[in-house]
C-alpha cells in the first residue's frame, strides 16, 4: 500500500500527525538555516570572489519543501478490486509506468516529490536544487515542536544544515544553481576544497569499529561533509537567531551544550555486529556514532561548550580540525 499509494497514505499521516505549527516553525528554522549558510559562505577565508559569487547564487536559487506536496498525485485512474490483490498491484505498477512514459520530452514536474510525507528521511536534489523534508522526520529525536530552540538547531537544524550543504559537497558542487553539471570554480579554490576534504577522508579512515574494520572515508565523503557543514551551519543559525543577546541556561546546561546534546540525541543507534559490518561496505552514511563523534572533535565551539582539553577522548589539535563551510 505504501509503495502504490505513498501519498493517499501520506494525506492521512499528514492529517494526523502534521500540524500547520510544525510547518511554520520549520519554515523559520530552514530560513534561518539558508542565512546562516549565507553569512559563512561570504566569510570563508579560503574562497576566492569568483567561485564565492558562484556559491552565494546557487544558495539563494534553492527551493525548499516542507511536510508535503503542494499538489497530491490523482489516484483516480487506479481500479482497485477488493479481493484482488495482484491484479491491484499490476494496475498500480501499469499506471507508475505509464505516467514515467508520460513525462518523457515533457517539462520537468517541480512539485512532484522523490519521497512519501511519511519517510523518515530528507533529501537533496541537484538537478533541482532543491531541499525536502517529509512531514514524517519532524517528529523526536530530530524535531519537537514543544522544546527549546537550541536542541532543535542541534537535531532539525543540522540535518537541514547537512542537506543545504549536499549542494556544496564533493558530487553536489558540480552542480550550479540551475541545476546544470557545470563548473563554476575556479582551478585555486577547487584545488583547496579538495586538499580539506582529504584531511576528512583521513580522519574517518582513522575510525576503527571494528578489529579487522575501518570506517570508509572516501565512500562517506559526501555524507561527512554534510554532517560536518550541517552541524557547523546549525551552531550559526542558532547564534544568529539570539540576536546578541546571551543564550538562556536550562535544566543546568547552556544553550552551546544543549545544541550538542540535541545533535547527539539525533544519532543514538545500536547495531548488531553483522548489521553494523554491511552498513559500513554498503551505506554511504558513517555509522550514528560517527557522525557525531567525527563532527564535533572538528567543531571549536565544542571545547569551549564542554572544556575539553588535551588527552580527552574527543579531543583534535586544532591544525587537524577540518573546517569547509
Known sequence: VNGSLGEV??????KKHFTPAAKARMETLVDNLLKAYAASIESLDWMGEATRTEALDKLAKITTKIGYPDQWKDYSPLVIEENDLYGNIQRARALSYTRAIEKLGGPIQRHEWGM??????AYYNPSQNEIVFPAAILQ??????????????GAIGAIIGHEIGHGFDDKGS?????????NW????????F????????????SYQVFDDLHVNGTYTLGENIGDLGGLTIALKAYQMSLGGEPAPDMDGFTGLQRVFLGYGQAWRVKYRDAYLRRLIQTDSHSPGPFRCNGVVRNIPEFYEAFDVQP?????????ERVKIW
Do not use: M
Not at 140 to 153: H, K, Q, R, W
Open 311 to 319: 588527552g580527552d577522548a574527543l579531543y583534535l589539535p586544532p591544525e
Open 194 to 205: 579538495e586538499a580539506r576534504t582529504q584531511k576528512l577522508i583521513a580522519q574517518y579512515d
Open 9 to 14: 497514505v501520506g494525506k492521512v499521516y499528514v
Open 116 to 121: 512519501t510525507p511519511q519517510t523518515v528521511n
Open 185 to 192: 570554480w575556479t582551478d585555486e579554490d577547487r584545488a583547496e
Open 174 to 182: 558540480t552542480f550550479d544553481g540551475d541545476g546544470a553539471l557545470r
Open 140 to 153: 523526536p529525536p530530530f524535531f519537537d515542536l514543544e522544546a527549546d530552540d537550541a536542541v532543535n538547531y
